[in-house]
């Protein structure tokens, strides 16, 4: 019976009016979520570099900017121009680009291992980086420091996905202990490697790298971890549909057309360069990667299209705030930015594993 | 064997030699079955018999050891996993998310094979249309907006039908669509079927309830261990005595008093009051050619 109906080349279901639809619901509030942390994101940098000692206002800070474009002299003393453009704006654009490269690189991580729980800092990518950056440094090859932390990054990428794959496969709870134990060897690595070197006061040195810190950070820096986040950040999130097609795990995904083992590692050693370059210059942030992506969940939903612009966003305002509250808040002393982040982040990964408790 | 020569000339599914190895122990051996486009077969045998497998492996899911998939001018094993996804779409069994998806979320999922691989922007108005006619189709756009973990399991059976139709394959696999659902559920998920068959959409689905398979299918591939047992048309292929050697059960065969479809009473075998398979009946590789006498049975009436 069947066999006689003439093939037909296209038999699919056929749409009716195709295009007479409207698109699907509620794409609107993404956009305006986006537009207000865009806005949150510019008034963020204005504000956060008024902070600190020093009298400036927004308004300072707009018309120095504008003067560097042809606008009107702004009426700053050489200092205030200094503390401005040297001190204060690189570090501040810096902590945006590290917030959200680390937020995208968390969201990326979760995405591919299918893991609620990645960032680069729990799979122990950000301390491989610091090792890297500190064997850089000690050989005296300053240039070569993002290259050695990327290395370091992938490094440890390999080392805590592999120890997870011996100790069975990649569930999420494997995945978190290796990498709390080559979190902890990278640390250790880290902090022996600086101690041995030690001229004076070597501690501040360690904890920078393991609790990160943006002080003292150039614009030859903030540039190139701007570059490297647009670099890695823009294919990424232009190709957030792969990232989507993973939430039915590995078999889904390859059955939807995506080159699963292919696509998974080209996203993370893209995160893995991008950890690199953004450690290199910030030492090991915690949390930023693993919090935002989910809070930026609860704004605008899973899909990745929108969740990665939008966790990215995020993560650069959360650590911009984080590291004006790291210099400000016990002034003139500096806290590690690591542990401002923490106070925030510690609390929600406790959350999220309680959650997950009845899950997995 | 009248209706298999026709997936040969390249206008069905021809399977030739298939065998699957996973972990070096062969799970599916030298299948070879060839199956006309807009038919329905469905895949029997029993639990472990390989119908899983050998519907992932068509799908290019899992890896074949061996044998050709052909598909039209086709060959499915070779071609690249994208320009599969837009001939064929697999739906699984427990297909399982811990994301927040929605509904309509998961089945524009369905339209990854056909979007460019880097472009910003939400789905595009056809991309749109599209979702939203195979929610129609498989009846799920009444609760579009849900959220997948919060649904039953037939309505999420449903939602894997329309992420699949969304994907607007000339092949539609499925393991086991009706596992785990109310009789209505079963019924209406293969009325779909049928109907999607007569759209012209080649079906390819496995299948426990040999009543079900009676009566939808078109054609029957009967596993066993791994190896093809018997494939042909249902009215052939499904009778007691392949019954009794595939499952180990006694079937008699009535007819449904109102729609003429058969209607498969098993029971255990008196001489087996266990159950327990007796040990010949599990060899494995022995091909029936069913008599026909049995096969006048139920299939004379038609």
Redesign the interface.
């Known amino acids: 019976m069947t066999a006689t109906r003439p093939p037909r080349l296209r038999p699919a279901v056929t749409v009716r009016g195709a295009g007479d639809l409207p698109p699907a619901g509620g794409s609107l509030r993404p956009i305006a979520i986006g537009v207000l942390l865009v806005v949150a994101l510019a008034l963020s940098i204005g504000v956060a570099v008024t902070m600190g000692p020093a009298d400036l206002t927004v308004g300072d800070v707009v018309a120095s900017v504008l003067s560097r474009w042809g606008g009107a002299d702004p009426g700053l003393t050489p200092i205030e121009e200094g503390i401005i453009w040297s001190l204060r704006l690189p570090r501040v654009l810096a902590a945006a680009a590290v917030g959200a490269g680390l937020a995208l690189c968390g969201a990326v991580m979760q995405a591919t291992t299918r893991n609620p729980l990645a960032d680069p800092y729990l799979l122990g990518l950000s301390s491989g980086a610091s090792v890297g950056a500190v064997v850089a440094l000690l050989i005296g090859t300053q240039a070569l420091l993002p290259a050695a932390a990327f290395i370091g990054a992938m490094a440890a990428l390999l080392a805590t996905l592999g120890l997870a794959h011996l100790a069975g496969g990649l569930t999420p709870a494997r995945t978190i202990l290796a990498g709390v134990a080559v979190s902890s060897l990278g640390g250790a690595l880290t902090s022996l490697l600086i101690f041995w070197h030690a001229q004076g006061d070597s501690y501040r040195d360690i904890l920078s790298w393991l609790m990160g810190s943006l002080s003292g950070v150039q614009w030859n820096q903030t540039a190139l971890a701007a570059a490297a986040l647009v670099v890695v950040g823009v294919p990424i999130a232009a190709s957030a549909r792969l990232l989507d097609a993973f939430a039915f795990g590995d078999a889904a995904a390859a059955a939807l057309g995506v080159r699963v083992t292919a696509v998974r590692w080209l996203m993370l050693s893209g995160t893995a360069v991008l950890t690199g370059v953004l450690v290199s210059m910030s030492g090991a942030i915690g949390f930023i990667g693993l919090v935002i992506p989910h809070a930026a969940r609860l704004l605008v939903g899973p899909g990745y299209r929108t969740l990665l612009p939008v966790s990215a966003l995020t993560g650069a305002v959360l650590l911009i705030w984080a590291d004006t509250a790291a210099r400000t808040a016990f002034d003139p002393r500096e806290l590690p930015v690591g542990i401002v982040t923490a106070v925030i982040g510690a609390p929600v990964f406790a959350l999220l594993l309680a959650r997950r408790k009845g899950g997995s | 064997m ?2 298999t020569g ?1 997936g040969l000339t390249g ?2 599914l021809a399977v030739e030699g298939l065998t699957i190895e996973l972990g070096g122990a062969p799970i599916v051996q030298g299948v070879s079955v060839s199956l ?4 329905v077969t469905g895949v029997i045998g029993p639990n472990g018999a390989g119908k899983s497998t050998f519907l ?1 492996a068509l ?4 890896p074949a050891a061996s044998g050709t998939v052909r598909w039209g001018g086709h060959d499915l094993l070779r071609l ?7 001939l064929l ?2 739906v ?1 069994q427990n ?8 509904v ?3 089945v ?3 339209r ?2 056909h ?1 460019p ?7 595009t ?2 991309d ?7 929610m129609e ?1 498989a009846d799920c756009a009444r609760f579009a ?1 849900r959220t997948y973990t919060t649904l039953s399991g037939g309505q999420r059976q449903r939602v894997g039908l329309a992420r699949a ?1 969304a ?4 092949l539609l696999l499925l393991d086991e669509p009706t596992n785990h659902l109310d009789p209505h559920a079963q019924l209406s998920i293969l009325h779909l079927l049928r109907a ?2 007569d ?3 080649t079906i390819v689905t496995a299948l426990h309830d040999l009543s079900h398979a009676g009566s939808v299918c ?1 054609e029957v591939v009967v596993l066993r261990d791994g190896a093809l047992h018997a494939t042909g048309h249902p009215g052939s292929v499904l009778v007691p005595d392949t019954i009794r050697e595939v499952y180990g059960v006694d079937a008699e065969i009535l007819r449904h008093p109102r729609t003429l479809d058969p209607v498969f009473a098993l029971s255990l075998p008196e001489d087996e009051p266990d159950g327990s398979l007796r040990q010949e009946s599990r060899s494995p590789g022995r091909t029936l050619v069913p008599n026909a006498s049995t096969h006048a049975r139920w299939s004379s009436p038609t």
Not at chain 2, 59 to 62: D, F, K, R, S
Not at chain 2, 80 to 86: G, H, I, M, T
Not at chain 2, 117 to 123: C, D, S, Y
């Open positions: 009248g209706l026709e206008h069905g006309p486009r807009g038919s992932r799908a290019g899911v899992v690249s996993a994208r320009r599969r996804a837009r779409a697999l699984e297909a399982h998310t811990a994301e927040p998806l929605t309509r979320d998961v524009e999922l369905g990854v094979p979007q691989t880097f472009r910003f922007g939400g789905p108005p056809d749109a249309a599209r979702v939203e006619y195979a189709v907006d139709l994907q607007e394959p000339e999607l068959a759209e012209g959409i078109d």
